[in-house]
């Protein structure tokens, strides 16, 4: 496996997760990283990223505001700290690898269940 994300579980509105991707993909620091989302019914849809060196975050407005990808490349770990979740943050989450401008590489997936 060479993403595995955890960290998702159930939680209330208002309330707050830290998904954490491990990867064994070498090197590390060589693949901008990514997180993507797909809500029951729904299509998936784009989270967030971070490039190879971490020095800025790509998202949308809406998701940056509550949103928070980060990595750490001595740890081969991509993070997303997501505050003030939503019922409609529910969703399987999913981390994701590049090396060029194909999203190629995708983890298992992480579950997160918001109650409201």
């Known amino acids: 496996v060479q993403l595995q994300a955890s960290g998702g579980g159930l939680v209330q509105a208002g309330g707050s997760l830290r998904l954490s991707c491990a990867a064994s993909?070498?090197?590390?620091?060589?693949?901008?990283m990514g997180w993507f989302r797909r809500a029951p019914g729904k299509e998936r849809e784009f989270v967030a990223a971070?490039?190879?060196?971490?020095?800025?975050?790509w998202g949308t407005r809406a998701m940056k505001a509550r949103f928070t990808i980060s990595r750490d490349n001595a740890k081969n770990t991509a993070y997303l700290q997501m505050n003030t979740l939503k019922p409609e943050d529910t969703a399987i989450y999913y981390c994701a690898a590049r090396r060029n401008l194909v999203w190629n590489i995708w983890g298992q997936g992480t579950q997160v269940t918001v109650s409201s």
């Open positions: 993909l070498d090197p590390f620091k060589n693949y901008v």
């Open positions: 971070i490039p190879e060196n971490g020095d800025e975050i």
